[in-house]
């Protein structure tokens, strides 16, 4: 279980001392100096000087926040406020509602399914590859000495890493779940008696054509209340039939009940504002969603000089049904041409979108095969070409470094473990370098840029380890835009990671800003995830182009300017942060085709999350009250305020 710290350990307090000497010294952006504070204030629109955006792993929304209750005055969208299931976990009157439903064969892959039959009982929950017991080299670590190895915890934290096996095989029904094998048809809470929330789960399905499978969208189903006619009730079916050879077909309606779950995420939605309306931009996995967020658009099969090819045949995906089989996709593979309707899996999602009244744009250009499932980037982490196994060649799209570079703005992505994975690029056998491997290469959007990744000076300057970040906070030196991710230790993933290994990675981050309150005073920190990871979630879909949106997924802005516990309902995905970088900074748009061009969404009176001019997307300034008095704030939490606290503590 998730145990915060009491208080400030020796070290952190002479560190903070030793900070506060510092600010004697510091650098002409943080000055005293009226003059110089507004020579910086005139580089950006709002008085946030940086921007650090922390980006987690694969759960949506309802499976984070089902049962938060918001603070007096708010309100939120999620299992608990629509009678979907109790405070406790348990149904509630509108249980019926998040019914999950199975498909009978069809001749070939559709979105929007045309007939089909409730379940009985839910699949099963599964281990799905789960770590059955601690051990040596790969988590949960067997000792404390061994888990030393991560570098991005607190010592006190470390203990997580030993914690949390399942204690069961690779490939059985979870039965730490309670009624495991006769769960009733709707959404699950995870944990329970023989569930702790500090525990290793199994993994679900997340991926492109799948996803949107499991949305079950037509527009014969739109409603006032839901316009675009996503469902979202095929979630299992889609687990257990695209192929024969995956497990998990119950995990997606599993939730977290946040009376006892995510402390820290809770926190920080109770003190700041919150989306209940942000998306993931692509239906599916890891490595689309963090491309989306570094240029705005997908990347696509080419020559590596910006021309467009066509990848070998066994690498473009098929999702039509193959013979004798219920929905078991013929090509589970990573490229997709979607300009032609006659090609596979395109028609359906063209049609879809051709039906909407507002006509989105498939945005696909004819001959271009897009990545629309996890793959590796052209570039290793130190840079050298890849030349095997199936990569994306060096993208020539515009992304938002380069748009910042073109401005003189500093910006880094920071990766857990990105130093030693260079090492070991570089053929290192010290053991030190072991946790190289836990560096998510699929996650940097600039390792697939060329004019990044393939220019060692823009890649030293650009691409920086977590431990840099830190260094760059503590030196007052942090850019003035930060993507920050962790390694695969501690990202959040099912199966692999678990959530509060996330949360004592953001508490890090947090306390070290704590302590340089001048720098944390001019610094937005906003917390989200790359993408559902398959879990299910109640919300609506806003259908923009071929890619996506995909499921709401957690999104918690953290700044002087964002206090109080509002909940935002403006539609939103990682495009929006894209958007707030190029308002906040005066930037235009990376292309003319990127999602950055979308306009700010105008509410229905009565329906705040479905935009009335779709296709939209927020800026996410409307998560902030610039308008607030500095001074006022300055103090709300004090520099020894220690994260993850209980409500009674912090009040």
């Known amino acids: 279980m998730y145990k915060p710290r009491q208080k400030r350990t020796a070290a952190a307090l002479a560190l903070s001392a030793m900070l506060a000497a510092q600010l004697q010294a510091i650098p002409y952006a943080y000055a005293h100096d009226d003059h110089d504070r507004d020579d910086v204030r005139r580089r950006t629109e709002t008085p946030i000087e940086h921007l650090i955006v922390i980006i987690g792993e694969n759960r949506s929304f309802d499976h984070t926040f089902a049962t938060y209750r918001p603070r ?12 979907i299931v109790k ?33 009985a009982t839910l699949p099963p929950p599964d281990t799905l590859g789960t770590p059955t017991a601690p051990r040596a080299a790969q988590p949960p670590f067997i000792s404390l000495q061994t888990a030393a190895i991560e570098q991005d915890l607190e010592t006190e934290d470390l203990v ?9 095989p690779l490939r059985v029904v979870d039965t730490r779940v309670t009624n495991a094998a006769s769960l009733p048809n709707g959404p699950f809470q995870l944990t329970g008696p023989t569930m702790p929330y500090d525990a290793y789960t199994g993994d679900t399905i997340h991926r492109f054509y799948q996803m949107w499978q499991q949305s079950d969208c037509s527009v014969a189903n739109a409603t006032h209340r839901n316009p675009t006619g996503c469902l979202n009730d095929l979630y299992p079916f889609v687990n257990i039939t695209f192929s024969t050879s995956d497990a998990g077909v119950g995990n997606p309606m599993a939730f977290f009940n946040v009376n006892d779950d995510v402390p820290l995420l809770k ?37 590596g000089n910006g021309n467009a090819s ?31 309707a006659a090609l596979p899996g395109a028609n359906p999602i063209l049609d879809y979108l051709a039906a909407l009244p507002w006509k989105p744009k498939a945005n696909c250009e004819a001959g271009h095969y897009y990545m629309v499932n996890n793959i590796n980037p052209g570039f290793l982490p130190n840079g050298t070409p890849r030349t095997t196994g199936n990569f994306v060649q060096p993208s020539t799209r515009r992304s938002i470094g380069d748009a910042l570079n073109e401005k003189g703005i500093s910006w880094a992505y920071f990766g ?12 290192s056998v010290n053991p030190a370098d072991a946790i190289g491997a836990a560096y998510c290469q699929i ?69 070290r800003l704590d302590l340089n309150p001048r720098l944390k005073a ?59 970088i190029e308002r906040n900074w005066r930037l235009k748009p990376l292309t003319a085709r990127s999602r950055d061009n979308l306009p700010n969404p105008v509410a229905h009176r009565d329906n705040p999350y479905a935009p009335v001019n779709m296709p939209a997307l927020s800026d996410l300034f409307s998560m902030f009250d610039f308008d607030k008095d500095d001074d006022r704030h300055d103090h709300d939490r004090g520099d020894d305020h220690d994260h993850g606290k209980g409500d009674d503590e912090r009040r």
């Open 443 to 511: 996650c940097n959007p600039f390792q697939y840029s060329k004019s990044i990744m393939g220019d060692p000076v823009q890649r030293a300057e650009h691409v920086k380890d977590t431990s840099d970040l830190l260094m760059d906070i503590d030196n007052f030196t942090l850019p003035a835009v930060s993507f920050v991710k962790p390694d695969g230790l501690l990202d959040g993933h099912p199966q692999s990671s678990k959530v509060d290994l996330l949360e004592g990675f953001i508490k890090k981050i947090l306390d």
């Open 87 to 119: 405070a406790d976990g348990s149904p509630g009157p509108n249980f019926s509602s998040a019914a999950q439903f199975t498909v009978p064969p069809q001749p070939a892959y559709y979105i929007g399914a045309s007939a089909k039959m409730p379940y």
């Open 310 to 340: 066509t990848p070998a045949a066994n690498l473009i995906a098929n999702p039509n049904p193959r013979p004798g089989t219920n929905n078991n996709y013929t090509v589970d593979a990573n490229w997709a041409q979607c300009a032609d």
């Open 160 to 168: 997580l890493l030993t914690t949390g096996a399942s204690g069961l």
């Open 267 to 303: 926190q920080l939605a109770d003190e700041f504002t919150m989306s209940d309306n942000f998306h993931q931009s692509v239906m599916g996995g890891t490595a689309a969603n963090h491309v989306m967020l570094g240029f705005g658009d997908m990347v696509f099969f080419s020559d």
């Open 416 to 427: 857990g473990a990105y130093n030693a994975a260079v090492n070991l690029a570089n053929g």
């Open 522 to 580: 001019k610094t937005a920190v906003i917390v989200t995830f790359d993408e559902g990871g398959g879990y299910w979630d109640s919300g609506f879909i806003q259908p923009l182009d071929f890619f996506g949106d995909g499921t709401r997924i957690p999104l918690v802005a953290i700044s002087k300017y964002s206090r109080g516990g509002k909940i935002d309902h403006e539609y939103s995905d990682h495009v929006s942060i894209l958007k707030f």
């Open 72 to 83: 007096h005055g708010q309100s939120v969208s999620n299992l608990l406020s629509k009678g």
